[in-house]
């Protein structure tokens, strides 16, 4: 087990966001959060890659505790990549010094290497001609694969995905998605919210949907999206394709 989420508790103040929430990720999987808006798919990924604290409960990375206290935050994130809805590139920046930026601070490897392995994966996903353009020439779907470039160059060991196509023109999803579904050819872990069903249907190899903060019902994509067993799941589903 690569990840391992248990009795996770999260709140804000008052507000309950994760509820005794547990979830187990291998090696190898992509797990698919789904959940109506403030059911808490972005706070767990964010308690996953330790930008905010939890209130109870354990996080593991391969069997590490990394919820606690004494736990080098920096040096778990080297370890996971996270991608957001917005693509937060720097926009006076090239596209090749937006993926290498990062990876020369914090891992201090040699600056060639990152650039090669930045050029490679630049190649990969067809972008090889971008590494010296500005983000604002590039279009939303562009930008969203050299965002997940970025997370990507570190050789992380778990990717989370945060509606990484939410903010996208419904003509550019299909490239960011062709690109995850490469990823999990390749046997990347994933954990990520979306709200396309389709994909989550094709790529996942888990569905969990999460309703306030619980996770209410999980199991194979058929299962949880084509004969949920919880009514408010199929409420869900009902409202959202
Ligand atoms: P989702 O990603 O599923 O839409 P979120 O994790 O963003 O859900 O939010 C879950 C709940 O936590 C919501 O009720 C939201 O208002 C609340 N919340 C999220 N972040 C904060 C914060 N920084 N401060 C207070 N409340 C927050
Ligand atoms: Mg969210």
């Known amino acids: 087990m690569l990840l391992s989420c248990e009795n996770v508790r999260k709140t804000f103040g008052a507000t309950v966001v994760l509820d005794d ?6 090696e190898h999987q992509v797990v698919a959060l789904i959940g109506a808006s403030g059911s808490g798919k972005s706070t767990l990924l964010r308690c996953v890659n330790l930008l905010t604290g939890i209130d109870d409960g354990t996080i593991r990375l391969d069997g590490e505790d990394i919820t606690d206290p004494r736990v080098d ?34 891992h201090k490897r040699a600056a060639a290497e990152i650039r090669a392995q930045a050029l490679e994966w630049l190649g990969r996903v067809g972008l090889a001609d971008k590494a010296d353009s500005y983000p604002d020439r590039l279009s939303g779907g562009q930008q969203q694969r050299v965002a997940i470039v970025r997370a990507l160059v570190n050789s992380p060991r778990l990717l989370l995905l945060d509606e990484v196509t939410s903010a996208l023109d419904p003509e550019l999803v299909g490239e960011v998605l062709t690109m995850i ?14 709200h396309e069903m389709g994909f989550a249907r094709q790529v996942a190899d888990r569905v969990v949907f999460l309703d306030g903060g619980r996770v209410l019902e999980e199991g194979p994509p058929e299962q949880v999206l084509g004969d949920p067993t919880q009514a408010r799941t199929r409420q869900f589903l009902a409202r959202i394709i």
């Open 21 to 26: 929430l547990s979830l187990a990720v291998d």
């Open 73 to 106: 935050p920096d040096r778990v994130r080297q370890r996971i990549g996270m991608v957001f809805q917005s693509y937060n590139l720097f926009p006076h920046m090239t596209v090749l010094r937006n993926i290498t930026l990062a990876p020369e601070r914090v």
């Open 181 to 194: 579904r490469g990823l999990k050819d390749e046997g990347m872990t994933m954990v990520l919210a979306t």
